[in-house]
């Protein structure tokens, strides 16, 4: 069986390239004068620099797996925010499940990162497959409950909705395709976060220090 795995460097050529897809969307919303594009766009372009300073201003390193990965989930939300949501049933399901394993990975992370650090502090593994349920569709509350408030201001003052709400049946959507993310995290991606938790390991080690 062949096995693929991109290099770092091919990881973070595909980063850059996403976050010119990502700029190319925020240039069309500028030219078509749509609000929520613009906001969406210039919203997932600063997250796509958050590795980045994060590891400038921290000494902690995401690597450029994650990177990529955050880099992925927002740059496909900017392209539904085209006209893909509308015009692909699945999409909304995808950026969903997408944007759910990156809650679900930080909040791994930072769990396990506490846990090795401190002796005071033990999670089991079964607590931790819990836990970053529960974190994740948390997070996935709050944001349909931002997106209902916000589409329920704009209404209000007749203007262009920035977060789209379709339907009580799609929010309940899109806390399946939260689940879903949470549990791919769960199964699979403990392993390639080890290298972020043992970095945020030493970033706590070195703090307690100081």
């Known amino acids: 069986m062949v096995s693929f795995r991109l290099s770092p460097r091919h990881q973070l050529v595909l980063s850059r390239s996403l976050q010119l897809v990502v700029v190319v969307v925020l240039l069309v919303g500028i030219s078509r004068r749509n609000l929520s594009v613009v906001v969406n766009a210039t919203m997932a372009l ?38 893909l949501y509308t015009a692909i049933p699945w999409w909304d399901n995808l950026t ?48 349909e409950v931002l997106e209902f408030s916000v589409r329920g201001v704009t209404d209000f003052f007749g203007i262009q909705a920035v977060l789209i709400q379709y339907s009580l049946e799609d ?27 043992d970095s945020l390991v030493s970033h706590l080690d070195r703090t307690r220090e100081r």
Do not use: C
Not at 113 to 121: K, L, P, Q, T, Y
């Open 46 to 83: 600063g997250v796509t620099v958050l590795p980045a300073l994060l590891e400038r201003d921290t000494d902690i390193n995401l690597g450029a797996g994650v990177t990529l990965w955050v880099t992925l989930a927002v740059s496909l939300h900017s392209l539904g925010m085209l006209g």
């Open 171 to 197: 929010t309940l959507l899109d806390l399946v395709f939260d689940a879903v993310g949470a549990v791919v995290v769960a199964l699979f991606g403990t392993r390639r976060l080890s290298t972020t938790v």
């Open 96 to 143: 969903h499940t997408l944007s759910a394993t990156i809650v679900a990975g930080v909040g791994y992370a930072t769990a396990r990162a506490v846990d090795e650090h401190s002796d005071a502090v033990y999670l089991p593994p079964q607590f931790l497959s819990v836990f970053i349920l529960v974190v994740t569709l948390a997070f996935g509350v709050l944001w």
